[in-house]
């Protein structure tokens, strides 16, 4: 199946409503398993949260299978390593092959019970359910913030709570400090000091529902729309100036870009601003917003800007290695693409080759990134479906930004 995407108008203007966070969703499921009178409304409809919340229902399922879901894959790790039962969790052939021992490794520090059923330190997992030996661990911080989520939310359900020493660089921490304020916000006190967090004990909250902040991470490919289209005011529902999600970054990048983000009650309008000039050349370190490389890369290429973004080592072990599918993709459009080590270079050009067929890996960000080129050249999208991991109404949001689809 793909996607010929066109675009009938570059002059864009609409009222948008995107679902709740993804990240934020995932966390608080889990909580919500812990917890059974905290009570969560505008869930993110992605098929990540709705195979979590599926696996949680099941409690009783010998076999899991949670598909591509990565963030469902680590939490439920955690989460079923001291619940009572036998489980094997399971996952797609990529799943399979995207790495786990570190977060085992952790958890079998505290008592857990998990064995590798095919190849060491990857899924399939066999998980039979214990009681914690021990209330600290020490966990690498630069591989995966998931590991670390994922420990933090089953902290407090510990007797004598959970104290995490995090060894070597922090990487991706906002989605860290995203965990332990909502956290703080289910009523778990916590604390995160130098290289040490602390999660208390807690074996009952207080009654409360928590209503979701819309994913900012999908409010990106909205931004590069704005920035690559002639004119554009977009209003996006559901965001919050103050956000938990460290992809809310993306409105400070795109300013650079020419598109001004302005805060209204809960929503934000998205503006193309005139006579802005733009650089020629634009570098950051995502270390901390890995899911925001792929829509600053298409960007810079469809605005002719040379880019240097560092610190996307994670990458690699995402739905696909990353890295090499933007390399791989961009340069389609005559774009002269570079990786050193955890760095993408691309060095801008005055136009770009036309009519090109982006093949997506299996990953929905390859998919939703690349989309809005078609306000540059007609682009066909392999393989749409994929974005339905993530953001399922995506394709209609997008038609109703003057984006003709043609689906075959």
């Known amino acids: 199946?793909?996607?010929?995407?066109?675009?009938?108008?570059?002059?864009?203007?609409?009222?948008?409503?995107?679902?709740?966070?993804?990240?934020?969703?995932?966390?608080?499921?889990?909580?919500?398993?812990?917890?059974?009178?905290?009570?969560?409304?505008?869930?993110?409809?992605?098929?990540?949260?709705s195979v979590l919340q599926q696996a949680l229902s099941a409690k009783n399922q010998k076999i899991i299978d949670i598909g591509h879901a990565g963030t469902a894959m680590r939490f439920l790790t955690a989460y079923f390593a001291f619940q009572k039962g036998e489980r094997t969790l399971t996952g797609s052939p990529r799943m399979q092959n995207r790495p786990i021992?570190?977060?085992?490794?952790?958890?079998?520090?505290?008592?857990?019970?998990?064995?590798?059923?095919?190849?060491?330190?990857?899924?399939?997992?066999?998980?039979?359910?214990?009681?914690?030996?021990?209330?600290?661990?020490?966990?690498?911080?630069?591989?995966?913030?998931?590991?670390?989520?994922?420990?933090?939310?089953?902290?407090?359900?510990?007797?004598?709570?959970?104290?995490?020493?995090?060894?070597?660089?922090?990487?991706?921490?906002?989605?860290?400090?995203?965990?332990?304020?909502?956290?703080?916000?289910?009523?778990?006190q916590n604390k995160f000091e130098n290289n040490q967090i602390t999660i208390s004990p807690l074996t009952e909250i207080e009654a409360k529902t928590i209503t979701i902040e819309s994913d900012w991470s999908s409010a990106s490919y909205f931004y590069s729309l704005a920035a690559l289209s002639e004119t554009a005011v977009l209003k996006l529902s559901h965001f919050k100036k103050n956000s938990l999600q460290g992809d809310a970054k993306i409105a400070k990048f795109f300013n650079k870009f020419g598109v001004s983000t302005y805060y209204k009650n809960d929503s934000i309008l998205l503006k193309k601003e005139k006579n802005v000039e733009l650089p020629s050349y634009f570098e950051t370190d995502l270390s901390h917003y890995p899911d925001l490389a792929q829509t600053l890369a298409v960007t810079c290429l469809g605005l002719g800007i040379s880019f240097k973004l560092k610190g996307l080592s994670t990458l690699r072990i995402k739905e696909t290695d990353r890295l090499n599918a933007l390399q791989s993709e961009l340069s389609k459009f005559g774009a002269e693409i570079k990786i050193k080590k955890d760095i993408l270079i691309g060095k801008a050009r005055g136009t770009l080759n036309q009519n090109i067929k982006i093949d997506t890996y299996d990953d929905h960000r390859m998919a939703m990134a690349f989309a809005p080129l078609v306000l540059k050249t007609k682009i066909t999208i392999q393989h749409p479906q994929v974005v339905s991991k993530s953001f399922p109404t995506y394709w209609k949001l997008l038609q109703r930004c003057n984006i003709e689809q043609v689906f075959q």
């Open 1 to 49: 199946m793909y996607v010929e995407l066109t675009a009938t108008d570059k002059h864009l203007k609409s009222d948008l409503t995107i679902t709740g966070s993804k990240s934020e969703t995932n966390r608080l499921l889990i909580l919500q398993a812990l917890f059974s009178n905290l009570k969560i409304e505008n869930q993110s409809d992605s098929d990540d949260s």
């Open 101 to 188: 021992k570190v977060l085992v490794e952790a958890l079998r520090k505290l008592g857990a019970d998990i064995q590798y059923l095919q190849q060491e330190g990857y899924p399939p997992l066999l998980i039979r359910g214990s009681n914690p030996t021990s209330n600290a661990v020490r966990i690498k911080a630069d591989v995966s913030s998931q590991y670390i989520s994922a420990l933090l939310l089953i902290g407090a359900s510990f007797p004598q709570g959970l104290k995490i020493t995090l060894q070597g660089e922090v990487l991706s921490r906002p989605y860290i400090e995203m965990t332990l304020s909502l956290l703080k916000k289910v009523g778990v």
